[in-house]
């Protein structure tokens, strides 16, 4: 009698070949972060440098369970001496006929849950969703004058959005940028026309960014929401290109930081509301400056966009003592650049230790 083999062991011995076909020398792989077998979390990047993943894997080890937050965003941190730190998330927030939806919220057509399926492949071709590494992504010489120079990548894919909106990208890191993530965007065929399909980093109670660094000016939350205190976001305008700064390359630049010393930052009030919420205290022992670049020709819709927050997000409850306020005032929550939708426009996100003067003398 044949004996049939199961179909997911042949799917876990297709995954295993493709990842031994892609095996590079141990030389050349020495400073990425990258998934060994099809096992393995889907988490990518650099040493002393930027990571990235997805649901449901956490990019920084913590209590039995954690699952890294909500699914529907690209998880970043920062691998600084043999430890990942999470730093913020990347939202996808594409509008259509005036419609923006948000990819954490927006619910898979799977389950019904919050949140969109995000999965990474090699090529443009998406497959299916998959709770591990599907790729390593990657290995390219991007450029000619400097072959020492390595280029990591791979192309993210998520579920069609209520509002039709179908986008994927395709994500790069280079060792020569190793504290910079770059996104490029693309629509499937079937993709309702996009107006902007931005990319938020969703996140920045946790590391407190109060400072907006601009051409002319420092933006100061604490300023901008002053004698805010109440449980949603609060939102001001947008800052058009002619405010932004530019680094040493002439591309445009947004670069935001913290507004407190390191002891002040990584501190933790002594307060029970607040050991419930332990995961909003500080972890890395650096400080990190956060940044949007855009390089290159622009168009004239572009802008940096932020809102703020005076207290942690506690889940979406309209009980106002569930959310604690954030330690030293409002902060800044969502930070990003918004364009109007072009395909293949492409944006630049940074986590660095550097100073933001050294940032725009360095590029």
Not at 125 to 145: C, E, L, M, N
Request: aromatic share 14%.
């Amino acid at each position: 009698m044949r004996k049939i083999i199961p179909h997911s062991i042949i799917v876990g011995l297709l995954f295993t070949l493709t990842f031994a076909l892609q095996q590079k020398s141990s030389a050349q792989d020495a400073a990425w972060i990258r998934p060994e077998k099809g096992t393995d979390p889907a988490i990518w990047g650099i040493r002393n440098g930027i990571v990235f993943g997805f649901w449901p894997n956490p990019i920084e080890p913590s209590r039995v369970g954690n699952d890294g937050g909500p699914r529907g965003l690209i998880r970043v941190g920062y691998e600084y001496m043999g430890a990942v730190y999470h730093i913020n998330y990347i939202a996808v927030e594409p509008v259509v006929n005036g419609k923006m939806e948000f990819s954490e919220i927006s619910p898979s057509k799977v389950d019904g849950k919050w949140g969109k399926f995000m999965w990474a492949t090699d090529s443009e071709k998406a497959g299916a969703f998959y709770p591990s590494a599907i790729s390593r992504g990657i290995i390219t010489h991007p450029d000619p004058q400097h072959p020492e120079i390595e280029e990591l990548s791979l192309y993210v894919h998520m579920e069609q959005f209520t509002n039709g909106a179908f986008p994927y990208f395709k994500v790069t890191i280079r060792s020569d940028r190793p504290e910079e993530i770059g996104f490029q965007l693309f629509n499937r065929q079937s993709s309702s026309q996009m107006e902007r399909c931005a990319l938020s980093a969703t996140m920045g109670n946790y590391a407190r960014i109060r400072e907006l660094h601009l051409k002319n000016k420092i933006v100061d939350s604490r300023e901008l929401y002053k004698g805010f205190d109440e449980i949603d976001f609060i939102e001001k305008f947008g800052y058009p290109a002619d405010q932004l700064l530019k680094d040493k390359n002439g591309d445009l630049i947004a670069l935001a930081t913290s507004s407190e010393s390191f002891s002040e930052l990584s501190s933790w009030p002594q307060e029970t509301r607040y050991y419930a919420r332990w995961g909003w205290r500080y972890r890395p022992f650096f400080k990190v400056t956060q940044y949007w670049r855009k390089a290159g020709a622009y168009d004239p819709s572009l802008q940096v966009r932020v809102n703020g927050r005076a207290r942690y997000w506690s889940g979406g409850t309209q009980d106002k003592n569930a959310y604690v306020p954030i330690p030293g005032g409002p902060s800044f929550e969502n930070f990003e650049m918004r364009e109007k939708y072009q395909s293949g426009q492409q944006f630049y996100f940074g986590i660095s230790r550097k100073l933001p003067n050294e940032i725009l003398k360095g590029m």
